[in-house]
């Protein structure tokens, strides 16, 4: 079962093709890609690449596959900006969740190419954020900092961390939304998001 | 199961739901609007933790 998983995970290779080679895209559903490209693609590219710790090629199969599987929901999809925005957000984080944990369960595989060399051209402003968001996590109640340590941070997944905390999954999730929510809000105060 | 996952937004902003919960919560989402507008703002919340995580050696926390 678990062989299996693994193998469906790999088999859906990124290829910069993967729109042409879908069957059931058809011309309509292309423009439609093309839309969606046009509207949000370069806005979620410099997002996705920040996730991806500027793994350029990484960044742009994720927003390949986003904006496929946004093609995918088209038809119940809410249309209102913000939330659309939001919902891709969400669909490419999933993706690159999905990347990292391939990535670091085939460790040898995972290519030196020497990123750490590349220089980002906001360095000393990611830093700077880096730390306010540090800083903002030690305010949190312990129980709040955990739940996002061994969530979030550590690529783990609900029932991972649940086992970890010793918690239902069903509490770490509610744990983890009134510790988001501390969070969001004290940035908020400090003038982050 | 039986109570709406209202909850679930947090995590599934962070993409961190299994696949049959975010199907769960997405289906929600689509009725929701308390989750909709939460999680148009929450939409900032994983990018600034990516900030941290990035910062992090990235063989901290890692097997091996
Ligand atoms: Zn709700």
């Known amino acids: 079962m678990l062989n ?15 729109a042409e080679l879908d069957p059931g895209i058809n011309e309509q559903d292309e423009r439609l890609i093309g839309a969606l490209y046009q509207a949000f693609g370069s806005r979620l590219l ?10 350029h090629h990484w960044a742009e199969d994720v927003v390949q596959e986003t904006l496929v599987r946004a093609w ?11 939330l659309l925005w939001a919902w891709l957000l969400t669909v490419a984080r999933r993706i690159i969740i999905d990347g990292r944990r391939r990535r670091s369960a085939r ?3 995972v290519e030196d190419t020497g990123l750490d060399a590349v220089s980002v051209p906001d360095e000393s402003e990611r830093t700077i954020a880096a730390m306010v968001v540090s800083e903002a996590l030690e305010r949190l109640s312990v129980e709040h900092r955990e739940v996002i340590e061994e969530t979030y941070l550590r690529d783990r997944t609900i029932n991972e961390a649940a086992e970890v905390l010793r918690i239902p999954p069903g509490t770490v999730k509610s744990r983890l939304y009134y510790a988001i929510r501390a969070l969001r809000r004290d940035l908020k105060e400090k003038g982050v998001t | 199961m039986s109570s709406p996952p209202h909850h679930e937004v947090a995590a599934y902003a962070l993409g961190l739901l299994d696949q049959e ?13 308390d989750c909709q507008t939460e999680l148009t703002e929450l939409a900032d919340v994983p990018d600034l933790l990516d900030e941290v995580r990035n910062k992090r050696s990235p063989i901290e926390g890692r097997p091996g």
């Open chain 1, 46 to 55: 410099h997002h996705v690449r920040r996730a991806t710790g500027n793994d």
């Open chain 1, 107 to 109: 460790p040898e595989e």
């Open chain 2, 21 to 33: 919960d975010n199907e769960v919560f997405e289906r929600h989402l689509v009725e929701c609007v």
């Open chain 1, 72 to 82: 995918r929901h088209a038809g119940k999809l809410n249309h209102e900006p913000g």
């Open chain 1, 4 to 18: 299996r998983c693994k193998y469906v995970a790999v088999s859906r290779k990124p290829s910069p093709e993967s």
